[in-house]
């Protein structure tokens, strides 16, 4: 079987040049990939150097011009942003032509529109680069993990932050300084902002969740908090009570208890993305540099854990390539239109719905910056007592003319009481104001 499948690639970035370099060396890999013939590649500027040898011939900076070559089968969109990338995408599906795309953003936001339309097409858009770089995970929530009810989805599915973080833990670098190594590696989004500010991980976990929970979620309204206001003195203060701080995505199915035997019944979800204390031992805080980790629980699985690396250009063009491979079986096997495989293509089977995110619980760590003067610490313990907060521990760290650091770490307590017992203890006349407030594990 020597079927040669055209491939258009829309991008020649850190994840185009690296899918490149793996179909132009195909010896010792799947022979599928042998029959895999790059047709063409769009570029925003066809004069730059490029880091990997291409027949300029084979360049455009029209990238419809890729899509619509009737030599190319499927089309890789691993040029990023929202548009064009999405009318690229409906193009290439109208035209029959399956997608790869590592493309989150768009996903995230246009996934449904996209899935309708590669459905009725009978195409397939598959996206494992688009979460946890070269992990596999979207197939095996797809596939190797469908005879579970899913209860949870946390992780740790931000290259760009993980890095950061770990390196200033690990030697107090700044954070400017690692977040512009992150960015020479490869491994932060054009607009950074979308690394530190959890945007992007919030894209991701939106996606896991659609396909864990069986339908997508409303990507807005999934609360966001990045490290960029984390000062190094909370991953200080961490680590001296026993934990790391981690930027954690996680998607919890509130409904799980009460699902009766109706296989459509609307799942209740509550998803976040927020820096968070990681006590550590647990799996999660060993996870360094660009790793990515997610924990999946499930019914009957228990927890499973997938983790590597979650950026760069090797590990992503794996994830896209074995979309690409996927997709090529088919297309080689296939000798007649068939009907798309349920397992692989994009399907939702109920409704999801994201809770008031003030019923979200979970533990607390509060940095307040107070007076050292007798009674604070009780003041403030009284008033958590007051809205039904417990707390775990509560230590004064540093004492100085400007006054004390407290550092409150509270039981699981709902974010509504939460929120409740913070406002008023602001209003205490010792307080003179809140430094930090993550969450804990
Ligand atoms: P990148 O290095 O910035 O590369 C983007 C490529 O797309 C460049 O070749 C650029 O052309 C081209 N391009 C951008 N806008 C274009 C336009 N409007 N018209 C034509 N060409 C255009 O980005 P990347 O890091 O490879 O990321 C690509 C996608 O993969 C994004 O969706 C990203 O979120 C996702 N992703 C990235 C990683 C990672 O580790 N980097 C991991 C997983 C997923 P020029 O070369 O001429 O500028
Ligand atoms: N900027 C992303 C990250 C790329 O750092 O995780 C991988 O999706």
């Known amino acids: 079987m020597n079927k040669k499948i055209g491939i258009g690639l829309l991008g020649l970035g850190t994840v185009g040049t690296g899918v490149v370099k793996i179909l132009q060396?195909?010896?010792?890999r799947n022979p599928l990939v042998s029959q895999l013939e790059l047709i063409k590649i769009s570029v925003r500027n066809k004069e730059k150097h490029r880091k990997t040898t291409i027949n300029s011939t084979n360049l455009t900076e029209d990238p419809?011009?890729?899509?619509?070559?009737?030599?190319?089968n499927v089309i890789v969109e691993v040029m990023g942003g929202l548009e064009p990338a999405r009318s690229l995408i409906l193009e290439a599906i109208s035209l029959g032509k399956s997608v790869v795309t590592a493309n989150k953003a768009v996903i995230a936001r246009h996934g449904e529109e996209i899935a309708e339309a590669a459905n009725k097409a009978g195409v397939y858009v598959l996206i494992e680069a688009a979460v946890g770089g070269g992990i596999p995970i979207i197939e095996p929530l797809k596939q190797s993990l469908g005879g579970n009810k899913i209860r949870k989805v946390s992780g740790i599915i931000n290259g760009t932050t993980n890095y950061i973080l770990s390196q200033m833990s690990k030697d107090g670098s700044?954070?400017?300084?690692?977040?512009?190594?992150?960015?020479?590696?490869?491994?932060?989004?054009?607009?950074?902002?979308?690394d530190v500010e959890g945007f992007d991980a919030a894209d991701k976990i939106s996606i896991l969740s659609g396909?864990?929970?069986?339908?997508?979620?409303?990507r807005s309204e999934v609360p966001t908090k990045g490290i960029n206001n984390l000062e190094t003195r909370d991953l200080d203060y961490a680590s001296r009570l026993g934990y790391s701080i981690k930027l954690?995505?996680?998607?919890?199915?509130?409904?799980?208890?009460?699902?009766?035997?109706?296989?459509?019944?609307?799942?209740?979800?509550?998803?976040?993305?927020?820096?968070?204390?990681?006590?550590?031992?647990?799996p999660l805080a060993g996870v360094n540099g660009v790793n990515n980790a997610i924990l999946i629980e499930g019914d009957p699985i228990g927890e499973v854990m997938f983790y590597g690396p979650g950026a760069g250009s090797g590990p992503t063009a794996s994830a896209v390539v074995a979309d690409i491979l996927n997709i090529a079986g088919i297309k080689t096997m296939s000798t007649k239109d068939e009907p798309l495989d349920p397992l692989l293509q994009a399907a939702s089977w109920r409704e999801c719905h994201l809770v008031d995110s003030t019923r979200i619980s979970q533990k607390n760590y509060v940095r307040l910056i107070t007076e050292d003067s007798p009674g604070v610490i009780g003041r403030i313990g009284n008033l958590f007592g007051d809205n039904k907060v417990s707390i775990q521990s509560i230590v004064q760290f540093d004492a100085s003319a400007d006054g004390a650091e407290i550092v409150v770490i509270t039981h699981k307590v709902n974010k509504g009481a939460m929120e409740c017992s913070l406002s008023k203890i602001r209003e205490l006349k010792e307080v003179k104001s809140l430094g930090a407030h993550l969450g804990c594990l």
């Open 211 to 218: 396909l864990a929970f069986g339908g997508p979620i409303n």
């Open 248 to 282: 954690l995505a996680i998607a919890e199915n509130l409904s799980h208890q009460n699902v009766t035997k109706n296989l459509y019944d609307p799942a209740h979800l509550a998803a976040w993305v927020e820096p968070t204390l990681v006590p550590t031992e647990h």
């Open 64 to 72: 419809f011009e890729v899509v619509n070559d009737p030599l190319v």
């Open 25 to 28: 060396s195909p010896q010792g």
């Open 174 to 194: 700044a954070y400017k300084d690692v977040l512009s190594e992150a960015q020479k590696l490869g491994y932060a989004e054009s607009d950074p902002a979308a």
